[in-house]
């Protein structure tokens, strides 16, 4: 019986350290429009984005002229050196994550249009 679960743990292990990690909110950026978020420092190989967008009054329930789109850049890079994160049209409501396997110093460059973000920069709990 010991043998068993013995084997049963060392099966799982593995699955439970990828599912049953946890991630911890590094940065958290607000706003509406075209800006650009303060600059951040990444030190962990992997690392994601969570972001979300809800319509405002000028956007029906289909969602149309509400646009949220998300660049990661590093300063001093212009907008074409950068990298697309989000680029999400015409739905009213926008919400998702995305992952990322660099280190270094970013920023990110919102461009929206009839609804406010909300952008969390998160990294692993050890």
Request: charged letters at 25%; hydrophobic letters at 35%; zero cysteines.
């Amino acid at each position: 019986m010991k043998f068993k679960f013995l084997l049963f743990s060392i099966i799982l292990l593995p699955f439970s350290s990828v599912f049953g990690q946890e991630w911890e909110t590094v940065e958290n950026f607000s706003g509406s429009g075209i800006k650009n978020t303060a600059a951040f420092t990444i030190n962990k190989s992997e690392w994601r984005i969570k972001y979300k967008s809800e319509g405002n009054s000028f956007v029906d329930e289909t969602g149309a002229g509400h646009v949220l789109q998300l660049f990661l850049l590093k300063p001093g890079e212009n907008l074409s050196e950068g990298e697309i994160l989000v680029n999400q049209v015409n739905k009213p409501k926008i919400s998702g994550d995305t992952y990322l396997y660099k280190t270094g110093r970013f920023y990110i460059k919102s461009n929206s249009a009839n609804g406010d973000w909300e952008i969390l920069v998160q990294v692993r709990k050890e």
